[in-house]
């Protein structure tokens, strides 16, 4: 965090996923909430969102997925965030999650799992609680 305590959050769109309308309704809901965000946009690979999270320092690295790839960029993902010494942050992930996959996106290491309906609320939420 900063030394203001304000978090700092990289949104990023994983793979070919071309659907960002719900990503970018989510940063503004983190923005009005206090959180410094950064979205990486469209088609980012593993290794742009783990430059972007050393770039920026971020808190959280989020990544909004609809368009269900989710599985095997997040663990793609994981030992490129654990290389960078990113271990330590909150990784969350939001979109189309179905529920036989979340148990597997937790065990990668994401701890905020948001699928499609989740509350705004709820996420900010959720970081506040992880990180104030």
Request: net charge neutral; aromatic share 6%.
């Amino acid at each position: 965090m900063k030394a203001d305590g304000q978090i700092k959050v990289v949104l990023a769109k994983p793979g070919l996923d071309g659907h960002d309308q719900g990503a970018k309704v989510v940063v503004w809901a983190m923005m009005d909430a206090g959180f410094d965000v950064h979205y990486t946009g469209l088609r980012q690979s593993p290794e742009q969102v783990v430059a972007a999270a050393v770039a920026h320092d971020a808190d959280v690295i989020a990544l909004s997925s609809m368009a269900g790839s989710h599985l095997p960029f997040c663990t793609r993902l994981q030992p490129l965030l654990e290389q960078a010494g990113l271990q330590d942050r909150l990784w969350i992930i939001g979109g189309n999650l179905p529920a036989r996959d979340h148990g597997a996106l937790r065990a990668l290491g994401f701890a905020g799992v948001f699928p499609t309906g989740s509350r705004l609320d709820a996420i900010c939420g959720f970081i506040k609680a992880r990180l104030q």
